[in-house]
């Protein structure tokens, strides 16, 4: 728990609540557009981060530049519900793998097909996608990505797994965006997800029960009463 204290106060450039600025920001104001003269004036400026941000990604954490901008707790709240989402996944992967163990531990041959396979294809379908997206979506939107992959044509990646799992259409592209999906024939690819997790769920409920009895009534069958 202290290792992890200490990863997140890195992740956020805080210590004890206080900010830190350990690798300087990469934030930078474009003298051309907005010079120091009028920057002074003005308390409030939006910033470009397609013409006042140097294009490559900040070493680790977030820039501490975040830490004076208006957007901050929408911005941190959002981060912090994936970055949860993502090691949420990474844990319950890593439980359920640690379950095969047991299963070859004890021969339950059974549950391995029965428990352990439709587990893991049920947490990669849904969950493992989900993450997939978020990553994506990170690193394929930005500032200068236009009409095709601007900040404000990134599709939501709630409604986007909203859509999925009740078959819906994804929405209309936003404004003059060209894009309303994160990539081509993606409707087709999470019906095939949903449908193979959904398959998932008799598989873990009904295969087992048929097989066990199944066992039993053959050992009943060899039995042979002597009275």
Known sequence: MGLFSFYTGIIYNDV????LNIFGSYWYV???RLPPATLLTLK???????????????PIGLDPVWQLAENKISFLNTYKMKISIIIGVI???F????????HLHFRRYI?????FIPQVIFLLFLFFYLCLLVFYKWVWF??????WSGPYCAPSILITFINMVLFKKADKAPGDCKVNMFYSGQEGVQMFLVLAAL????????IKPFILRSRWRKAEANKVNIY
């Open 16 to 19: 004890f609540s206080k900010s």
């Open 30 to 32: 474009n003298s051309t």
């Open 44 to 58: 409030n400026t939006m910033l470009d981060p397609a013409d006042c941000y140097l294009q490559y990604p900040y």
């Open 91 to 93: 844990h319950m992967l």
């Open 95 to 102: 439980g359920v793998s640690l379950s095969i163990w047991n």
């Open 111 to 115: 549950n391995i097909f029965c428990e």
């Open 142 to 147: 930005g500032p200068l990505g236009g009409d």
């Open 199 to 206: 398959l998932c769920v008799p598989w873990m409920l009904f």
